[in-house]
C-alpha cells in the first residue's frame, strides 16, 4: 500500500484555473495507474482522469465531462501526478481524490472501485 498526499485545490470564480498535486510514496515505475476522482455532494464517485503506465508508455484517459478542460500528468522522478483543471464551472465542484494501483486488473480505467489507495481527498469549489 502506498500513501498519497495530495495538495492544490481550494475556491475560484468560474473560468479560472485551478491545479492539483499528488505524491506518491512509493512508485514502482515499470507498470501502474493512477488518476483522480471526484464526488460531489449527493452524487456518486466519478472518475475525472486517469493515466496507465507500462514500460514507458502512457495512456491516458478522462471523462467526457471534463475532456478538453482538464489535463492529467505524471513524473515518475518525483513520484508526483497533477491534475491541470481549465476552464472551470460549478459542476466541478466537488472533493478530489488522487489514487493509484499497483496491479491495473482492468488497465487504463476511471472505474473509482479499481483503485486501491486513496489520498485524502481535497475540496475544489466553483463559484459562478
Known amino acids: 500500500q502506498v500513501e498519497l498526499v495530495e495538495s492544490g485545490g481550494g475556491s475560484v470564480q468560474a473560468g479560472r484555473s485551478l491545479r492539483l498535486s499528488c505524491v506518491v510514496s512509493?512508485?514502482?515505475?515499470?507498470?501502474?495507474?493512477m488518476g483522480w476522482v471526484r464526488q460531489a455532494p449527493g452524487k456518486e464517485r466519478e472518475g475525472v482522469a486517469s493515466?496507465?503506465?507500462?514500460?514507458?508508455?502512457?495512456?491516458?484517459s478522462y471523462a467526457d465531462s471534463v475532456k478538453g478542460r482538464f489535463t492529467i500528468s505524471q513524473d515518475n522522478a518525483k513520484r508526483t501526478q497533477d491534475l491541470q483543471m481549465n476552464s472551470r464551472n460549478p459542476e466541478d465542484t466537488a472533493t478530489y481524490y488522487c489514487?493509484?494501483?499497483?496491479?491495473?486488473?482492468?488497465?487504463?480505467?476511471?472505474?473509482?472501485?479499481?483503485?486501491?489507495?486513496w489520498g485524502q481527498g481535497h475540496q475544489v469549489t466553483v463559484s459562478s
Open positions: 493515466i496507465y503506465y507500462v514500460g514507458g508508455r502512457v495512456t491516458l
Open positions: 512509493r512508485l514502482i515505475i515499470d507498470y501502474y495507474c
Open positions: 489514487v493509484f494501483d499497483s496491479s491495473c486488473p482492468t488497465g487504463a480505467t476511471l472505474e473509482p472501485g479499481q483503485y486501491r489507495d
